[in-house]
């Protein structure tokens, strides 16, 4: 019996099958088709996202193929601009807020890591057609096989049209958002003076234009209907639609296709010991780059608290699964849909008025807007300031190494406290600490810790300054389980901990092989 059945072999089920494997557990992939997709859909991804890639050993990897966008301008069909969003360089994960990316790439370098795993099989051209639940765990059916797959988890990743979703009966929220386009993408042979990140808010054409990394580009087209794509589709009309930006000796058509954008929300997560992740639990508008940057979070939200009850914690942890990671993604949805029912206003005197008050608004404001997203719903953190937001991440020095936290002190459980006047913990909270697997570092001035961690860039010291706190323990996802004002709360902090996992064992050694 596996450990973990992951459905779904795209982004979502890819990260979520090295998580669990590098976390020693015996995982199991079924995908219905037999290679990879080998064609872009998401472009863009974030800070916290590319933190998850780091942490799987890929960032460096990825880097030579990705655009760093500092900006995000939405004009008018004259050209003026309406709004513009901007992007740093380098964010609170310690990596540029905002990645454009061509998918294929980034499928390619998560497929090595996975079946790089001696612990992880990866059974492509391998479709469900049933999962029943048993004492134990899950029998998976897949066509053409006599055999029954056995494990005791499943996580679905298999995208908006989820065939594990509909095999449960689980329903969907629709947010009545739905819109056709028609997308075209392109890899660029030559030189070309195309916008990175534009929105066309045209009443007569909306359009998104948007980079794919360095050598690829995408036009996206609202269609009146999605009826007019097998003529809009045309190569000829398509070409004539990018040529204002595009010249067709120096670019090569990679591929047309249609989309409808949609806005939905799983009304359950979780049934027995499936989960759902990605689209096949959540679908939203592309207009924050947001879709697989969900579920990603999905993955590294359930792979630490999967990770956990497979070595013996409560499995009543993976409720809080849904509890924490749907208000978020529907603050997302939300958010997405007023952009674009901004965006793509086709009433010329409505859209007229949207441009006089977009256009006011900037200049009163004089300063390009900031995306921000909420933190997490109730779940695996305590009430505490800060609780459910993701912890800021900066650079560290280490015995002459320097680099992120993450690469160079710890990324799982971490508690860090703000021993800058001295205070430290007592021994009893740091032998707790210790048999719960938390890491713990002392901010010392600007040093982490008495073994000669250097606080580089002082992003711990401003934290702890900013928010008046002793301490804070945060998760191996990256979000803030609790923080306190003394350092007398730390064992409460670390028996919200202790509440949640339990006594566990210790994980198994990665590349053990696979129990079948």
């Known amino acids: 019996m596996y450990d973990v059945a992951v ?37 863009i991804f974030d800070d916290e996202t590319m933190r998850t890639f780091d942490r799987l050993g890929i960032s460096e990897a990825l880097l030579p193929t990705l655009h760093v966008q500092r900006t ?18 380098v964010g609170g994960q310690g990596w540029a807020e905002w990645y454009m990316m061509y998918q294929p790439y980034l499928e390619d370098a998560l497929d090595g890591l996975v079946r790089g795993l001696g612990n992880v099989e990866i059974r492509m051209d ?3 057609t049933g999962l029943h639940g048993t004492a134990h765990g899950v029998d998976i059916q897949v066509e053409g096989d006599d055999s029954v797959v056995h494990a005791r988890y499943v996580v679905a990743c298999d995208g908006g049209n989820s065939f594990t979703r509909s095999w449960l009966g689980i329903g969907q929220e629709d947010y009545g958002f739905s ?18 990140a534009r929105q066309v808010c045209d009443p007569k054409q909306p359009v998104s234009i948007i980079s794919l990394g360095p ?62 992740a990605g ?56 958010k997405g849909i ?35 997203f909420p933190g997490l719903g109730p779940g695996l953190h305590d009430a505490s300031p800060q609780a459910g937001h993701l912890m800021p991440q900066g650079r560290v020095e280490s015995h002459g190494a320097e680099g992120l936290f993450d690469a160079v002190l710890d990324r799982g459980f971490v508690l860090l406290v ?23 570092h002392h901010l010392t001035d600007r040093r982490l810790t008495t073994e000669g961690f250097t606080d580089v860039g002082g992003v711990y010291g401003r934290w702890f300054d900013e928010h008046d706190r002793a301490a804070v323990l945060w998760r191996p996802d990256f979000y803030i389980l609790g923080t306190t004002d003394a350092l007398s709360g730390v064992p409460a902090l670390l028996s919200t901990l202790a509440k949640a996992v339990g006594p566990v064992q210790a994980p198994a050694t990665v590349g053990e092989g696979i129990r079948p």
């Open 179 to 196: 819109e056709p386009w028609m997308v075209c993408d392109f890899r660029l042979t030559g030189e070309a003076d195309i916008p990175k």
């Open 7 to 43: 459905i779904g072999y795209g982004p979502v089920g890819m990260v979520t099958a090295a998580l669990l494997g590098r976390a020693g557990h015996d995982v199991i992939v079924l995908e219905r088709y037999p290679t990879l997709y080998n064609l872009p859909r998401a472009a």
């Open 279 to 334: 689209d096949a639990a959540h679908q939203m508008p592309p207009f924050l780059g947001q879709g697989m940057c969900s579920g990603i979070r999905d993955a590294q939200n359930i792979a630490f608290k999967l990770d956990a009850v497979l070595r013996g914690a409560d499995d009543a942890l993976l409720d809080t699964y849904q509890s924490e990671r749907e208000p978020h993604v529907r603050a997302i949805i939300a």
């Open 418 to 440: 703000d021993g800058r006047e001295g205070a430290s913990l007592d021994p009893a909270t740091a032998e707790l600490a210790a048999r719960l697997g938390v890491a713990v």
């Open 215 to 276: 050598e690829h580009h995408r036009f996206s087209f609202m269609l009146d209907s999605a009826e007019s794509f097998p003529v809009e589709r045309e190569p000829d009309r398509v070409w004539a639609r990018v040529a204002d930006h595009v010249d067709r000796n120096r670019a090569h058509l990679v591929r047309v296709a249609t989309y409808t954008f949609r806005s939905l929300v799983a009304e359950h997560w979780r049934a027995g010991r499936i989960l759902l």
């Open 126 to 128: 391998s479709k469900v």
């Open 338 to 372: 007023e952009l674009g029912r901004v965006q793509t206003m086709r009433d010329p005197v409505a859209a007229a008025e949207r441009d006089a008050r977009l256009i006011a608004q900037r200049e009163a404001n004089g300063r390009p807007e900031k995306m921000r």
């Open 72 to 89: 995000y301008e939405w004009r008018n069909g004259a050209g003026e601009l309406l709004i513009e969003h901007d992007f740093a360089a």
